[in-house]
């Protein structure tokens, strides 16, 4: 049986409310309601999809990563869009640093065997968003102001049982 699994940076519990309230908005008035299912986050490594018996080896992988490094802000700054007419996305767009290029980079040499582009977003409206609401509510949110940070601690590694559910995590930390 395969399960997919994903690798993330995941705000704080009042970010990820924060967040909830746009996509809530986006739901109520745009017509996006997936995006409700999954919580506000930041991809490292994009889902993929393994049998069951390997997930020893996944864990192994990911407990690899070399995470020594010091915990680092984020600044998140406004939004961001994907406008691909077949699947348009509205993201909240985190500010790119050398600390999480890096720890995308100490990602990837344990997870290499998927071609990925790291393009940091953070997902407020995706998946039933149409063409016509996303023009609509990029109209609102392009200039829509919101701005915090908060502090990269820890990565995690999500499996999807049916909505996703942390398995492990590591810890940023200096020896």
């Known amino acids: 049986m395969k399960k997919l699994y994903f690798i993330a940076i995941y705000p704080p519990t009042e970010i990820i409310e924060e ?15 997936k ?3 999954n919580e506000a986050h930041i991809t490292l490594f994009p889902p993929f999809s393994r049998e069951i018996e390997w997930e020893d080896d996944i864990f192994t ?7 020594h490094m010091n915990p680092f802000k984020i600044e998140l700054n406004g939004f961001g869009s994907f406008a691909n007419p077949k699947n348009p996305v509205i993201y909240i767009h985190p500010e790119i640093s050398s600390e999480l290029q890096d720890l995308y980079q100490r990602v990837k040499q344990q997870f290499s065997f998927a071609p990925y582009s790291f393009n940091p977003h953070m997902t407020v409206g995706y998946r039933d968003l ?7 509510a990029w109209e609102k949110y392009q200039h ?4 915090t940070n908060f502090l990269v ?6 499996r999807h049982d049916g909505n996703w559910v942390p398995i492990a995590e590591k810890r940023l930390e200096t020896n």
């Open 19 to 33: 967040v909830r309230i746009f996509k809530k908005d986006l739901a109520i008035y745009y017509d996006n309601s």
């Open 35 to 37: 995006a409700l299912k």
């Open 61 to 67: 992988a990911f407990q690899k990563i070399d995470t």
């Open 130 to 136: 149409t063409w016509e609401n996303y023009l609509r």
């Open 144 to 147: 829509f102001p919101y701005k």
């Open 153 to 158: 601690d820890k990565i995690l590694l999500l």
